[in-house]
């Protein structure tokens, strides 16, 4: 029943690696994004797909590369992780014509 | 600037009113939002208005919109335990729905 999901939920690794995280939707949007929020709570865009296609890209470093198979799964894939890479992702769905996004529960990663 | 800025913290006692302030920059933004963030979860909207209203208000809450000020508020009334979470406030234009959240305010309710 989960709307938006995530996986993993939590993740700790080693500087250097390189991990994915992934996010499913079954609620039929077309716009999928993914969210950094900083030990702050600081949430960031960083990447937005519509359809498959990316429309939003922030300034986020290229060792971030997001990959959209289908309209209804958005993955994020890091490169090289560094410790300022910790924080919890979130991932998140938007209906076409409506402002309202829905997220999921995040994925947690902790770089060692 | 991109900036939305609110108060880190708010705390209230059970049954008070809590007021969340939030301003923003971009006065072209067609949407400003109210999203709750509880503990481990992710956020979930509480309540929006549009840009050329003033004013909102959707049972226990009510949001006023000072366009001029680019001033944001969320008033929570009869406010209870189950409120204590973090509030985003976040404005976004109808075009690219490119949201800009707010900073968060954490807000307490005491017994």
């Known amino acids: 029943d989960t709307a938006v999901s995530q996986t993993p939920k939590y993740l700790v690794t080693q500087m250097g690696n390189d991990k994915s995280i992934k996010c499913e939707q079954n609620?039929?949007?077309?716009?999928m994004y993914w969210y950094k929020q900083d030990s702050k709570k600081f949430l960031k865009i960083m990447f937005s797909?519509?359809?498959?296609?990316?429309?939003i890209n922030e300034t986020v470093p290229n060792r971030f590369s997001p990959k959209s198979p289908d309209k209804a799964h958005l993955n994020l894939h890091i490169n090289s992780l560094e410790l300022g890479d910790s924080a919890v992702y979130f991932c998140?769905?938007?209906?076409?014509?409506?402002?309202?996004?829905?997220f999921g529960e995040g994925s947690r990663l902790t770089v060692l | 600037g991109e900036d939305v800025e609110q108060s880190l913290f708010l705390s209230v006692r059970e049954g008070d009113s809590s007021v969340i302030n939030c301003t923003y920059t971009?006065?072209?933004?067609?949407?400003l939002y109210w999203y709750k963030q509880e503990p481990g979860a992710g956020l979930q909207l509480l309540t929006y208005?549009?840009?050329?209203?003033d004013m909102k208000q959707d049972q226990r809450l009510t949001v006023l919109l000072n366009k001029k000020d680019k001033h944001l508020s969320l008033r929570i009334a009869d406010t209870q335990t189950g409120d204590s979470a973090i509030y985003f406030c976040?404005?976004?234009?109808?075009?690219?729905?490119?949201?800009?959240f707010g900073t968060g305010t954490r807000l307490k309710v005491l017994a």
């Open positions: 971009d006065s072209s933004s067609t949407y």
């Open positions: 609620l039929g949007h077309d716009t």
């Open positions: 976040a404005e976004t234009d109808s075009g690219t729905y490119k949201y800009i």
């Open positions: 998140a769905s938007r209906p076409s014509g409506s402002g309202e996004l829905f």
């Open positions: 208005i549009f840009s050329n209203m």
């Open positions: 797909y519509n359809n498959k296609e990316l429309i």
